[in-house]
């Protein structure tokens, strides 16, 4: 039972859409990314995500809306609902989703990744 | 899909040991709950918990160690652990654990809660 400090962790990350995992419990995951830029519209099937705002802020872009998070803040995006985060500058998002998740959800393309690493 | 900001939330809460919940994703639920002095020692059976704190700080006690977390920090603490959170001065805690979990897990008592409300 070791204590994990976010702003060393994320000290660590130097790139962008690779989530780390920081840790694991009743089968989900918290991860840690940053974003830059826009990401691909996808949804999840099966999966709910929470994206907690550790520091800077994104927007959650929705089909019908467009929500912006800021540091301190939280969006939780129910499965089967497609979404696209997209942020002007980088920024720290802690992820909260089952160990299952995939992070481009039903699309498949070159930001798909199929194994991510611990931080 | 309405963003939740943490601050604004725990400025609500006026009293301890009594988790809130602000969200629910998978079965499991965000909480927020402020701590001040020392809970009683417990453990969950079928529950991970992970408590993080976002403003303040808190030790987790351990029966062999206690881990001091600070704000912009988090720790997980296994199910069947024996644990007890005990902060000097008031902290603003967010928890992520199962829909399910009972806050003085294997013990009954004054402080145990049998249902939660929202906020």
Chains 1, 2 share one sequence.
Do not use: C
């Not at 099937?45 to 520091?55: M, P, Q, R, S």
């Not at 301190?72 to 497609?82: C, L, N, Q, T």
């Amino acid at each position: 039972m070791e204590k994990i400090n976010l702003a060393r962790k994320f000290s660590l990350i130097n790139d962008y859409w690779n989530p780390r995992i920081a840790g694991e419990l009743n089968g989900q995951m918290v991860k840690l990314v940053k974003f830059k830029g826009p990401f691909v519209w996808h949804y999840h099937d099966n999966e709910d995500e929470l994206f907690y705002v550790v520091k800077g802020r994104f927007d959650m872009e929705f089909r019908d809306k467009t929500v912006r998070v800021n540091a301190g803040e939280f969006i939780i995006v129910p499965r089967g609902v497609e979404h696209r985060p997209n942020a002007e500058k980088e920024v720290d998002v802690l992820l909260f989703e089952p160990a299952t998740t995939l992070n481009t959800g039903n699309i498949t393309n070159e930001l798909t990744l199929e194994t991510l690493k611990p931080i």
